[in-house]
């Protein structure tokens, strides 16, 4: 997908997963375990990065500093295993990464001018801007079929309560 990995950080991890992070970094990659906010802020600011995939608290930090993250412990949008988990993936750093609420994020409303006469920048108009009319419109491709929403089917489904944890053997 073209992603290249400035960093990385383990926060409850051990030393072999440390280990296995860098041994798999290309040389140059800044690698911080267990990092505290300001190390993360430093690192921010240093390497200048489009897109963390990180948890929740140090992504709200991310956000205040102009850098998108992804949730990447959550899996709100995943799960991220397999082709369509890769699909899902690189839809959710596409995303994050062109949001058009990201564009007004660095506006200062009480000092910058905002522009009036023109919208915000689309994704299509980002993902189309060098296609021809003929590349854009092709013929015969098959298109996505997969859920995007792939958990709310399991909200409703019902279980055998006979595989429930809570269930409790009557007594005998």
Known sequence: ???????????????????????????????????NELEGIEAMDKLKPDVIFTGMRPGEVA????????????????????????????????????????????????????????????????SDVKLTPEEASVEGERPYTGDFDCVSKLRGKVYDPELSRNHEQAAV
């Open 1 to 35: 997908m073209g992603v290249e990995v400035v960093s990385l950080y383990t926060k409850f991890g051990h030393q072999g997963d440390m280990e296995k992070g860098v041994a798999r970094a290309q040389p140059g990659t800044l690698a911080i375990d267990d990092p």
């Open 63 to 126: 956000k205040k500093r102009r850098v998108q993250y992804l949730n990447a412990h959550a899996y709100h949008n995943g799960p991220y295993k397999g082709y369509e988990g890769w699909v899902r993936f690189a839809r959710d750093i596409y995303n994050a990464a062109f949001s058009p609420i990201h564009q007004l994020s660095g506006i200062d409303i009480s000092r910058d001018l905002i522009a009036t006469d023109k919208g915000f920048m689309t994704r299509k108009m980002i």
